[in-house]
């Protein structure tokens, strides 16, 4: 895995080992606070209508209202990280998200780490050494994400990652998969679009196993379908008549 840093932008270029380039905006200091503070509100409303349900349950809704903060303050981050793209609700609606560093989503590992340190970050006071350690490196980590190895970046609009074409097959892979060879064909099937046939087929050649005794034409196909079947869609249903 390479990255390349512009120089004058907060755009890095990913090279997967599969010959897959993909383009990160990372997210700066500011957009990030928006995302927390969106995320801090939505945590306090869901304590304050916790504390009112559970006023009712004596020592039972006490230890509730505690047990609830703890969930809220700790895990809210990590589920949501882990289990929703790597965003939090104020993450998705500041169109962010935590990838690892080579583009894969985060995965319960690495959004554990992050968010376990997030109180060394908030030393001593105002994210104070969080936004020290944004400031001294290209990509915007605060310590939490320099230990789990992420990064957050901006979400490409769905109009810029949508495939234009209409080779819409599906079918499963012939073996199993590791989730960074199935990230990768699915960015592949992406960004298709904004290659030029020649390059997506020199492409698909990369990925010999899947493509074995197919002509160039006939792996970017199959590779077209074998994403299309990890994203879950499905074969289209109107077929062109003649």
């Not at 589920?79 to 965003?87: I, P």
């Not at 985060?106 to 969080?130: E, K, M, S």
């Not at 990652?161 to 097959?169: H, K, M, N």
């Not at 492409?203 to 002509?215: D, I, N, V, W, Y």
Request: with cysteine; proline share 6%; net charge positive.
């Amino acid at each position: 895995m390479t990255v390349s840093a512009a120089p004058l932008d907060t755009v890095r270029s990913v090279a997967t080992p599969e010959g897959c380039e993909l383009r990160l905006r990372v997210a700066g200091p500011a957009a990030r606070a928006r995302a927390f503070m969106i995320d801090a509100l939505i945590r306090l409303l869901i304590f304050v209508c916790a504390v009112v349900l559970l006023r009712y349950f004596g020592a039972l809704g006490q230890g509730l209202v505690i047990l609830t903060y703890f969930v809220l303050g700790w895990f809210y981050n990590i589920a949501f990280e882990a289990l929703n793209d790597g965003a939090t609700p104020g993450k998705r609606l500041c169109k962010l998200a935590v990838l690892r560093e080579d583009g894969t989503p985060a995965g319960w590992d690495a959004a554990f780490i992050r968010n376990t340190l997030r109180f060394v970050d908030a030393l001593p006071v105002g994210y104070a050494f969080g936004l020290i350690a944004m400031g001294c490196n290209a990509d915007n980590k605060r310590l939490g994400d320099i230990s789990a190895g992420t990064v957050v970046v901006y979400r490409p609009d769905a109009g810029q990652s949508a495939v234009i074409d209409d080779y819409s097959e599906a079918e499963p892979p012939p073996f199993s998969l590791t989730p960074s060879e199935r990230h990768a064909l699915i960015e592949y099937r992406r960004r298709c679009a904004t290659l030029t046939r020649e390059r997506a087929e020199e492409l698909a050649e990369l990925a010999f196993p899947l493509t074995r005794g197919l002509s160039p034409p006939q792996g970017r196909q199959k590779l077209f379908r074998i994403a299309n079947f990890l994203m879950g869609r499905e074969a289209s249903a109107a077929r062109k008549t003649d």
